[in-house]
């Protein structure tokens, strides 16, 4: 049967290669032959294009990454911080052209409606997987190791300010992690390749520290939120020659402040001006959720969503609901005092705004606009309508960092 394959293999491929075949005879060389042949003709990429090569490189690559992070048990799952770096990938990609090659010789299809095939047979895997996790639960997840680890380290900064018992213990514990299971750097992001029994065990106990440190964090959010509370300004008191506020900025169309459940607020002071022309202005009574001096990137996101998008890695879904909040940036913490936050703003001068998000329907205390206000009627008409004073904030003493 290999000799019928490979007469006709033979008048499909290119002059050099048709002449190596005179030197192939047993099924085992033919492998060998075409797997080095598919390699360069089709060889693993990760460069967009329509080409069957990418097509099956990138469904391959889900599956390889889907099947290797993601744990089961019951009616719910889990999902590790597993990336497949390049050589994993391209090593998959292998071992799948030789089931083409199989595929070819035991059914005697071309190699191109084999490569259809099994793209098409990836592609439907890949959405079954997809759509089985949509029926389940999903249990919290927390983002890159580096990311947890560069946020405990943020906290603890912004710690020593108001608390002497930092459990340095189990920072040092996350810190080993670090250093046994270094991240790699790939198409400039930052992956993790790691997928083994025992470093989802160690995973699972470096996941344990952080929350032990959130736990810490949470336990000094009434200090920082007394301090945040004796810098704000009372709107009923204000002096626009000194104040500080927080202030979301209505960039497109005005909301009602009842029906905003998240907020993304900045420090608003006479040396720190906002981005806009009005908005509301909030005070430290509400639930923050993080607060970092440039923009967090701050992001809301149902768990359909998350799926769908391959569940990045990058992201973090830290919550059993259906929708919640995560960050691109890892220098966030509900601990961050208002001096720390302005000396970090001042320092970075690429800073356009800090970032405090309010959840939980916070409620404002003041509408405000700026000297680059279009339509004063609409802003008043506004504050009118919701019985909330109105603040002239003008820039004449305020400088742009």
Not at 154 to 174: G, R
Not at 277 to 284: K, M, Q, R, S, V
Not at 339 to 361: A, M
Request: charged fraction near 25%; aromatic fraction near 16%.
């Amino acid at each position: 049967m290999i000799e019928d394959v490979i007469k006709i293999d033979k008048e499909t491929i290119n002059d050099i290669s048709k002449k190596l075949f005179d030197n192939i005879h047993t099924k085992e060389e033919y492998i060998s032959f075409m797997l080095n042949y598919l390699q360069n003709k089709y060889p693993y990429t990760n460069v967009y294009s329509d080409n069957v090569n990418y097509k099956l490189s990138s469904q391959s690559r889900r599956y390889l990454e889907f099947v290797s992070s993601i744990t089961y048990n019951d009616d719910s799952f889990k999902i590790y911080p597993y990336n497949a770096n390049e050589k994993q990938a391209s090593n998959y990609y292998a071992n799948i052209l030789k089931e083409i090659i199989n595929y070819h010789i035991n059914c005697k299809v071309s190699y191109e409606e084999a490569f259809n095939i099994y793209i098409n047979e990836y592609n439907n895997a890949n959405q079954n997987i997809i759509n089985d996790l949509k029926t389940k639960k999903m249990m919290p997840y927390y983002g890159m190791p580096s990311f947890m680890y560069e946020k405990v380290c943020y906290l603890i900064c912004c710690a020593v300010a108001i608390d002497e018992n930092i459990p340095f213990d189990v920072y040092e514990q996350m810190k080993a992690f670090m250093e046994k299971y270094p991240e790699e750097n790939n198409n400039f992001m930052r992956i993790c390749p790691y997928y083994s029994a025992e470093f989802k065990r160690d995973y699972d106990n470096f996941e344990k520290n952080y929350l032990r440190m959130l736990e810490y964090e949470k336990s000094l959010v009434p200090k920082a939120k007394e301090v945040w509370s004796n810098f704000l300004t009372d709107v009923n008191a204000h002096d626009n020659s000194k104040f500080a506020y927080l202030a979301h900025t209505f960039t497109s169309g005005e909301v009602p402040p009842d029906k905003m459940e998240k907020v993304c607020t900045s420090l608003l002071t006479e040396n720190i001006q906002t981005i806009g022309e009005f908005g509301l202005l909030y005070n430290a009574n509400n639930t923050v959720d993080e607060i970092c001096s440039d923009d967090a990137g701050s992001w809301e996101v149902t768990k359909d969503e998350f799926i769908e998008r391959d569940m990045p890695k990058s992201w973090q879904f830290p919550s059993k609901e259906n929708k919640t909040i995560f960050y691109e940036y890892s220098k966030i913490s509900k601990i961050l005092l208002p001096q720390r936050l302005i000396n970090e703003f001042e320092y970075s001068k690429n800073n356009l705004c800090s970032e405090i998000v309010l959840t939980n329907y916070p409620k404002p205390i003041g509408v405000f606009y700026t000297d680059s206000c279009k339509d004063i009627n609409k802003v008043t008409s506004y504050a009118s309508k919701y019985n909330l004073p109105l603040i002239h904030i003008t820039k004449e003493k305020i400088r742009f960092f």
